[in-house]
Protein backbone atom coordinates (compact mmCIF):
# COMPACT_ATOMS: atom_id res chain seq x y z
CA UNK A 1 0.00 0.00 0.00
CA UNK A 2 1.60 3.14 -1.35
CA UNK A 3 -0.06 6.51 -0.04
CA UNK A 4 0.78 9.88 0.23
CA UNK A 5 -0.41 13.12 0.00
CA UNK A 6 1.14 15.87 -2.00
CA UNK A 7 1.45 19.08 -1.40
CA UNK A 8 0.97 21.14 -4.48
CA UNK A 9 -0.30 24.24 -6.24
CA UNK A 10 -4.04 24.89 -7.28
CA UNK A 11 -3.21 24.53 -11.88
CA UNK A 12 -6.70 26.35 -12.10
CA UNK A 13 -6.28 30.37 -11.80
CA UNK A 14 -4.17 32.92 -10.77
CA UNK A 15 -4.51 32.63 -7.52
CA UNK A 16 -2.38 29.94 -6.40
CA UNK A 17 -4.07 27.88 -3.56
CA UNK A 18 -1.83 25.24 -1.46
CA UNK A 19 -3.38 21.92 -1.28
CA UNK A 20 -2.67 18.41 -0.95
CA UNK A 21 -3.36 15.45 -3.75
CA UNK A 22 -4.61 12.51 -1.72
CA UNK A 23 -2.32 9.82 -4.03
CA UNK A 24 -3.03 5.85 -2.68
CA UNK A 25 -1.57 2.99 -4.67
CA UNK A 26 -0.49 5.87 -7.69
CA UNK A 27 -4.35 7.21 -7.85
CA UNK A 28 -5.12 10.83 -6.95
CA UNK A 29 -8.52 10.11 -5.24
CA UNK A 30 -8.60 13.66 -3.32
CA UNK A 31 -7.87 16.67 -2.73
CA UNK A 32 -7.78 17.80 0.67
CA UNK A 33 -6.75 21.99 0.87
CA UNK A 34 -3.60 23.31 2.94
CA UNK A 35 -4.46 24.65 6.36
CA UNK A 36 -1.46 26.61 6.71
CA UNK A 37 -1.16 28.07 3.13
CA UNK A 38 -1.50 31.90 3.44
CA UNK A 39 -3.30 32.28 0.42
CA UNK A 40 -6.11 30.22 0.57
CA UNK A 41 -6.07 29.31 5.05
CA UNK A 42 -7.71 26.09 4.27
CA UNK A 43 -9.98 27.07 1.77
CA UNK A 44 -10.42 26.38 -2.04
CA UNK A 45 -13.35 26.91 -4.69
CA UNK A 46 -15.38 24.52 -6.07
CA UNK A 47 -12.50 23.99 -9.49
CA UNK A 48 -10.00 23.52 -6.36
CA UNK A 49 -11.36 20.94 -4.79
CA UNK A 50 -11.50 18.96 -7.79
CA UNK A 51 -8.32 19.31 -9.07
CA UNK A 52 -7.77 15.42 -8.58
CA UNK A 53 -10.15 14.83 -11.18
CA UNK A 54 -8.38 15.71 -14.77
CA UNK A 55 -4.44 14.50 -13.66
CA UNK A 56 -5.49 10.72 -14.73
CA UNK A 57 -8.41 11.50 -16.57
CA UNK A 58 -8.75 8.97 -19.00
CA UNK A 59 -9.97 12.20 -21.86
CA UNK A 60 -6.56 13.91 -21.35
CA UNK A 61 -4.96 14.26 -24.61
CA UNK A 62 -1.36 12.06 -24.52
CA UNK A 63 -0.34 12.21 -28.12
CA UNK A 64 -0.83 14.65 -30.81
CA UNK A 65 -3.11 14.48 -33.06
CA UNK A 66 -3.73 15.45 -37.01
CA UNK A 67 -7.18 15.64 -38.21
CA UNK A 68 -6.59 13.53 -41.52
CA UNK A 69 -10.12 12.72 -43.69
CA UNK A 70 -12.09 13.87 -41.38
CA UNK A 71 -10.43 12.06 -38.59
CA UNK A 72 -8.12 12.49 -35.50
CA UNK A 73 -5.26 10.61 -35.62
CA UNK A 74 -1.85 9.95 -33.87
CA UNK A 75 0.89 11.33 -35.36
CA UNK A 76 4.47 12.16 -34.12
CA UNK A 77 5.80 15.07 -32.40
CA UNK A 78 7.90 15.81 -35.70
CA UNK A 79 4.82 15.43 -37.83
CA UNK A 80 2.58 17.23 -35.70
CA UNK A 81 5.36 20.53 -35.19
CA UNK A 82 5.73 20.25 -39.19
CA UNK A 83 2.43 20.19 -40.02
CA UNK A 84 1.69 23.28 -37.73
CA UNK A 85 4.61 25.52 -38.85
CA UNK A 86 3.53 25.16 -42.68
CA UNK A 87 0.49 25.45 -42.37
CA UNK A 88 0.48 28.72 -40.07
CA UNK A 89 3.29 30.14 -43.21
CA UNK A 90 0.80 29.52 -46.07
CA UNK A 91 -2.36 31.06 -43.68
CA UNK A 92 -0.30 33.99 -43.06
CA UNK A 93 0.97 34.20 -47.02
CA UNK A 94 -2.92 33.78 -48.24
CA UNK A 95 -4.22 36.12 -45.64
CA UNK A 96 -2.39 38.19 -43.64
CA UNK A 97 -1.01 38.11 -40.52
CA UNK A 98 -4.33 39.08 -38.62
CA UNK A 99 -6.16 36.03 -39.80
CA UNK A 100 -4.33 34.19 -37.25
CA UNK A 101 -5.45 33.99 -33.39
CA UNK A 102 -3.76 32.67 -30.53
CA UNK A 103 -5.42 31.58 -27.18
CA UNK A 104 -3.29 30.86 -24.31
CA UNK A 105 -3.73 29.40 -20.75
CA UNK A 106 -4.06 31.28 -17.15
CA UNK A 107 -3.14 27.67 -15.86
CA UNK A 108 0.07 28.18 -17.73
CA UNK A 109 3.26 30.01 -15.88
CA UNK A 110 4.13 33.76 -17.36
CA UNK A 111 7.05 32.58 -19.05
CA UNK A 112 5.40 30.36 -21.00
CA UNK A 113 2.17 33.38 -21.89
CA UNK A 114 5.78 35.26 -22.69
CA UNK A 115 6.39 33.04 -25.05
CA UNK A 116 3.17 32.75 -26.99
CA UNK A 117 2.82 36.57 -26.64
CA UNK A 118 6.62 37.18 -28.35
CA UNK A 119 5.36 34.38 -30.76
CA UNK A 120 2.53 35.94 -31.67
CA UNK A 121 3.18 39.60 -32.36
CA UNK A 122 7.19 38.68 -33.64
CA UNK A 123 6.72 35.92 -35.27
CA UNK A 124 3.66 35.52 -37.11
CA UNK A 125 2.82 39.82 -36.66
CA UNK A 126 -0.48 40.05 -34.92
CA UNK A 127 -1.84 41.49 -31.75
CA UNK A 128 -4.71 38.63 -31.61
CA UNK A 129 -3.39 36.76 -28.45
CA UNK A 130 -5.38 36.33 -25.27
CA UNK A 131 -6.08 33.46 -22.51
CA UNK A 132 -8.77 31.60 -20.90
CA UNK A 133 -9.06 34.01 -18.14
CA UNK A 134 -10.78 35.92 -20.26
CA UNK A 135 -13.63 33.45 -22.02
CA UNK B 1 2.25 18.39 22.38
CA UNK B 2 3.62 16.04 20.13
CA UNK B 3 6.73 13.84 22.49
CA UNK B 4 4.25 11.61 23.96
CA UNK B 5 2.64 10.97 20.89
CA UNK B 6 5.79 9.74 19.06
CA UNK B 7 6.27 7.39 21.80
CA UNK B 8 2.85 5.94 21.86
CA UNK B 9 3.21 5.59 17.83
CA UNK B 10 6.44 4.61 17.97
CA UNK B 11 5.41 1.65 20.49
CA UNK B 12 2.15 0.97 18.15
CA UNK B 13 4.65 0.69 15.31
CA UNK B 14 7.56 -1.24 16.33
CA UNK B 15 4.98 -4.21 18.08
CA UNK B 16 3.30 -4.43 14.48
CA UNK B 17 0.04 -3.81 15.72
CA UNK B 18 -0.86 -0.58 13.13
CA UNK B 19 -0.31 -0.57 9.05
CA UNK B 20 0.74 3.16 9.75
CA UNK B 21 -0.03 5.84 11.53
CA UNK B 22 -2.63 8.68 10.02
CA UNK B 23 -1.39 11.97 11.47
CA UNK B 24 -0.37 15.22 11.20
CA UNK B 25 3.35 15.88 9.46
CA UNK B 26 5.61 19.61 9.26
CA UNK B 27 6.51 18.90 5.95
CA UNK B 28 7.94 21.42 2.92
CA UNK B 29 7.51 24.42 5.78
CA UNK B 30 3.38 23.25 6.05
CA UNK B 31 1.39 21.15 8.27
CA UNK B 32 -0.12 18.72 6.59
CA UNK B 33 -1.89 14.59 6.87
CA UNK B 34 0.86 11.63 6.45
CA UNK B 35 0.95 8.38 6.98
CA UNK B 36 3.78 7.18 9.17
CA UNK B 37 4.64 3.91 8.90
CA UNK B 38 8.58 3.88 9.73
CA UNK B 39 8.86 4.45 13.56
CA UNK B 40 12.25 5.66 13.39
CA UNK B 41 10.78 8.75 10.94
CA UNK B 42 8.52 10.85 13.35
CA UNK B 43 10.90 13.41 14.57
CA UNK B 44 8.69 15.90 12.01
CA UNK B 45 5.43 14.32 13.51
CA UNK B 46 2.70 17.35 14.88
CA UNK B 47 -0.51 17.42 16.45
CA UNK B 48 -2.02 20.82 14.28
CA UNK B 49 -0.89 23.61 16.78
CA UNK B 50 1.31 25.95 14.47
CA UNK B 51 0.79 29.05 15.62
CA UNK B 52 -2.53 29.27 18.04
CA UNK B 53 -4.05 25.51 19.25
CA UNK B 54 -5.87 23.38 16.29
CA UNK B 55 -5.18 25.81 13.53
CA UNK B 56 -3.91 22.86 11.38
CA UNK B 57 -6.30 20.59 11.62
CA UNK B 58 -7.54 18.01 8.62
CA UNK B 59 -10.11 15.52 8.97
CA UNK B 60 -8.60 12.34 9.40
CA UNK B 61 -11.38 9.80 9.69
CA UNK B 62 -11.86 10.41 5.93
CA UNK B 63 -8.83 9.40 4.83
CA UNK B 64 -9.65 6.27 7.41
CA UNK B 65 -12.49 5.84 5.56
CA UNK B 66 -10.76 5.44 1.84
CA UNK B 67 -8.32 3.14 3.62
CA UNK B 68 -10.78 1.09 4.97
CA UNK B 69 -12.33 0.62 1.78
CA UNK B 70 -9.25 -0.01 -0.35
CA UNK B 71 -7.48 -2.52 2.36
CA UNK B 72 -9.87 -3.41 4.93
CA UNK B 73 -7.92 -6.30 6.55
CA UNK B 74 -5.32 -3.83 8.03
CA UNK B 75 -5.32 -1.83 10.90
CA UNK B 76 -4.22 1.48 11.15
CA UNK B 77 -3.44 4.20 14.04
CA UNK B 78 -4.92 7.64 14.07
CA UNK B 79 -4.52 10.91 15.64
CA UNK B 80 -7.60 11.81 17.77
CA UNK B 81 -8.84 14.68 19.59
CA UNK B 82 -12.37 14.40 21.69
CA UNK B 83 -13.90 15.29 18.13
CA UNK B 84 -12.16 13.32 16.03
CA UNK B 85 -13.49 9.58 18.83
CA UNK B 86 -16.60 11.06 18.48
CA UNK B 87 -16.71 10.92 14.78
CA UNK B 88 -14.72 7.07 15.00
CA UNK B 89 -17.55 6.18 17.14
CA UNK B 90 -20.30 7.27 14.65
CA UNK B 91 -18.77 5.80 11.80
CA UNK B 92 -18.14 2.76 14.04
CA UNK B 93 -22.03 3.04 14.27
CA UNK B 94 -22.75 3.35 10.80
CA UNK B 95 -20.26 0.63 9.64
CA UNK B 96 -17.93 3.06 7.68
CA UNK B 97 -15.25 1.78 9.80
CA UNK B 98 -14.35 -1.66 11.66
CA UNK B 99 -13.29 -0.41 15.84
CA UNK B 100 -11.02 -3.71 15.29
CA UNK B 101 -9.17 -2.25 12.98
CA UNK B 102 -8.68 1.57 14.09
CA UNK B 103 -6.13 2.35 16.78
CA UNK B 104 -6.88 5.79 18.56
CA UNK B 105 -3.94 8.03 19.56
CA UNK B 106 -5.63 10.80 21.90
CA UNK B 107 -4.71 14.12 22.50
CA UNK B 108 -6.99 16.83 24.54
CA UNK B 109 -7.73 20.28 23.98
CA UNK B 110 -6.58 23.12 25.67
CA UNK B 111 -9.07 25.27 26.84
CA UNK B 112 -8.69 27.96 24.80
CA UNK B 113 -9.81 25.88 21.68
CA UNK B 114 -12.29 24.43 23.67
CA UNK B 115 -13.50 27.79 24.04
CA UNK B 116 -13.30 28.65 20.49
CA UNK B 117 -15.13 25.54 19.42
CA UNK B 118 -17.89 26.25 21.71
CA UNK B 119 -16.47 22.32 22.53
CA UNK B 120 -18.91 19.93 25.12
CA UNK B 121 -16.18 17.66 25.79
CA UNK B 122 -12.82 18.87 24.14
CA UNK B 123 -11.26 15.70 24.98
CA UNK B 124 -11.52 11.98 23.90
CA UNK B 125 -11.70 8.94 26.39
CA UNK B 126 -8.21 8.34 26.87
CA UNK B 127 -5.83 10.61 25.77
CA UNK B 128 -1.91 10.66 26.20
CA UNK B 129 -0.86 14.47 25.99
CA UNK B 130 -2.59 17.56 27.41
CA UNK B 131 -5.56 18.13 30.06
CA UNK B 132 -9.10 18.06 30.45
CA UNK B 133 -10.49 21.31 29.82
CA UNK B 134 -13.89 22.57 30.82
CA UNK B 135 -17.18 21.54 28.37
CA UNK B 136 -18.67 24.77 26.81
CA UNK B 137 -21.72 25.92 26.14
CA UNK B 138 -23.37 27.16 22.73
CA UNK B 139 -23.15 30.82 23.29
CA UNK B 140 -23.11 30.98 19.21
CA UNK B 141 -26.73 29.14 19.04
CA UNK B 142 -28.06 31.13 22.23
CA UNK B 143 -27.10 34.55 20.45
CA UNK B 144 -29.17 33.74 17.55
CA UNK B 145 -32.19 31.87 19.48
CA UNK B 146 -32.15 35.52 21.13
CA UNK B 147 -33.44 37.00 17.84
CA UNK B 148 -37.28 36.88 16.50
CA UNK B 149 -38.58 34.70 14.23
CA UNK B 150 -38.53 36.94 11.50
CA UNK B 151 -34.54 37.98 12.76
CA UNK B 152 -33.63 34.51 12.65
CA UNK B 153 -34.92 34.26 9.04
CA UNK B 154 -33.51 37.28 7.84
CA UNK B 155 -30.06 36.29 9.35
CA UNK B 156 -29.74 32.60 7.56
CA UNK B 157 -30.67 34.02 4.21
CA UNK B 158 -28.02 36.72 4.50
CA UNK B 159 -25.60 34.37 5.66
CA UNK B 160 -26.61 31.41 3.08
CA UNK B 161 -26.88 34.60 -0.13
CA UNK B 162 -22.76 34.51 0.33
CA UNK B 163 -22.59 31.18 -0.75
CA UNK B 164 -20.53 30.25 -3.78
CA UNK B 165 -21.29 26.37 -3.72
CA UNK B 166 -17.92 25.33 -3.62
CA UNK B 167 -19.30 22.57 -1.94
CA UNK B 168 -16.02 22.50 0.65
CA UNK B 169 -18.59 22.25 3.54
CA UNK B 170 -19.55 18.72 2.40
CA UNK B 171 -15.89 17.82 0.91
CA UNK B 172 -13.66 18.22 4.13
CA UNK B 173 -16.47 16.80 6.74
CA UNK B 174 -15.35 13.99 8.03
CA UNK B 175 -18.88 12.92 8.84
CA UNK B 176 -19.76 12.97 4.48
CA UNK B 177 -19.20 9.74 3.27
CA UNK B 178 -22.58 9.06 0.76
CA UNK B 179 -21.53 8.19 -2.72
CA UNK B 180 -24.63 9.73 -4.17
CA UNK B 181 -25.16 13.37 -2.32
CA UNK B 182 -28.54 15.13 -2.33
CA UNK B 183 -26.47 18.43 -2.82
CA UNK B 184 -25.85 17.36 -6.56
CA UNK B 185 -28.72 15.74 -7.42
CA UNK B 186 -30.87 17.69 -9.89
CA UNK B 187 -34.36 15.48 -8.87
CA UNK B 188 -33.78 17.07 -5.37
CA UNK B 189 -31.81 20.44 -5.67
CA UNK B 190 -31.65 23.46 -8.63
CA UNK B 191 -28.57 22.88 -9.40
CA UNK B 192 -26.90 25.21 -11.00
CA UNK B 193 -26.97 28.52 -9.18
CA UNK B 194 -25.07 30.41 -7.56
CA UNK B 195 -25.64 31.19 -4.84
CA UNK B 196 -27.14 27.75 -4.65
CA UNK B 197 -31.14 27.67 -3.86
CA UNK B 198 -31.54 29.94 -0.99
CA UNK B 199 -32.26 28.54 1.64
CA UNK B 200 -32.99 24.96 0.83
CA UNK B 201 -29.34 23.90 0.30
CA UNK B 202 -28.26 24.75 2.88
CA UNK B 203 -31.32 23.78 4.80
CA UNK B 204 -30.82 20.27 3.38
CA UNK B 205 -27.41 20.07 4.31
CA UNK B 206 -28.50 20.75 8.09
CA UNK B 207 -30.82 18.00 7.97
CA UNK B 208 -28.36 15.90 7.03
CA UNK B 209 -26.30 16.50 9.95
CA UNK B 210 -28.84 15.41 12.31
CA UNK B 211 -27.55 12.55 13.83
CA UNK B 212 -24.56 12.77 11.96
CA UNK B 213 -22.40 15.91 12.80
CA UNK B 214 -20.23 15.59 15.81
CA UNK B 215 -18.94 19.23 15.95
CA UNK B 216 -15.10 19.43 15.03
CA UNK B 217 -15.36 22.76 12.99
CA UNK B 218 -14.23 21.77 9.81
CA UNK B 219 -17.27 23.20 7.65
CA UNK B 220 -16.78 26.25 9.18
CA UNK B 221 -12.88 26.62 8.46
CA UNK B 222 -13.41 25.45 4.96
CA UNK B 223 -15.85 28.06 4.17
CA UNK B 224 -14.42 30.88 2.00
CA UNK B 225 -17.81 33.01 2.49
CA UNK B 226 -17.65 32.73 6.05
CA UNK B 227 -21.04 31.17 6.74
CA UNK B 228 -21.69 30.62 10.81
CA UNK B 229 -22.37 27.12 9.46
CA UNK B 230 -21.23 25.49 12.34
CA UNK B 231 -23.68 27.41 14.55
CA UNK B 232 -26.77 25.76 12.28
CA UNK B 233 -25.35 22.08 12.72
CA UNK B 234 -25.07 22.87 16.56
CA UNK B 235 -28.52 23.57 16.62
CA UNK B 236 -29.76 20.73 14.81
CA UNK B 237 -27.59 18.70 17.24
CA UNK B 238 -29.34 20.43 20.19
CA UNK B 239 -32.85 19.71 18.91
CA UNK B 240 -31.92 16.52 18.27
CA UNK B 241 -30.62 15.82 21.59
CA UNK B 242 -34.15 17.72 23.03
CA UNK B 243 -36.14 15.06 20.95
CA UNK B 244 -34.11 11.60 20.81
CA UNK B 245 -31.79 12.43 24.14
CA UNK B 246 -29.04 11.73 21.83
CA UNK B 247 -25.54 13.27 20.36
CA UNK B 248 -23.66 11.80 18.09
CA UNK B 249 -20.29 10.49 19.15
CA UNK B 250 -21.41 10.17 22.79
CA UNK B 251 -23.91 7.35 22.95
CA UNK B 252 -22.63 4.05 24.48
CA UNK B 253 -20.83 1.74 22.06
CA UNK B 254 -23.26 -0.05 19.60
CA UNK B 255 -26.26 2.55 20.29
CA UNK B 256 -27.86 2.95 17.35
CA UNK B 257 -28.62 6.74 16.26
CA UNK B 258 -31.94 7.51 16.52
CA UNK B 259 -32.96 8.56 12.95
CA UNK B 260 -31.54 4.60 11.91
CA UNK B 261 -33.99 3.16 13.92
CA UNK B 262 -37.60 2.51 12.98
CA UNK B 263 -39.89 2.78 16.15
CA UNK B 264 -40.69 5.87 18.95
CA UNK B 265 -38.10 7.69 20.70
CA UNK B 266 -36.22 6.18 23.84
CA UNK B 267 -37.94 6.18 27.00
CA UNK B 268 -34.81 6.50 29.01
CA UNK B 269 -32.41 9.31 29.09
CA UNK B 270 -29.37 8.42 27.19
CA UNK B 271 -25.66 9.17 27.86
CA UNK B 272 -25.69 12.57 27.12
CA UNK B 273 -23.64 15.48 27.58
CA UNK B 274 -25.07 18.77 27.86
Known amino acids: ?135 | MSEKVKTRVKELLDSGKIRGFLGLKNMNGHIGPHLFSDSNDLDDLVTGDRERPGDSRYPLNKQLINFARCYPEETFGVLVRGCDERGLKTLFTWNQLDPEKVVPVGIACPQELAEGCECLQPYPDEFVDGEKADGCSFASVAQVDGFDLAGRLEHWLAEFAKCVKCYGCRNICPMCFCKECTLESKDLIQTGDIPPENPIFHLTRAVHMAGRCIDCGLCNEACPADIPLRTLYKKVADIIDQEFHHRPGYAAAGEKPPLNTLGGAPEHLGSVRK
Open chain 1, 1 to 135: MDYKTVLTTCAYCGCGCGLYLEVLDGEAISTIPSKTNPINEGKLCVKGWNIHEFVQHPKRLTKPLIRKNGILTEASWDEALDYTVSRLKEIKEAHGSDSIGFLSSAKVTNEENYIIMKFARAAVGTNNVDHCARL
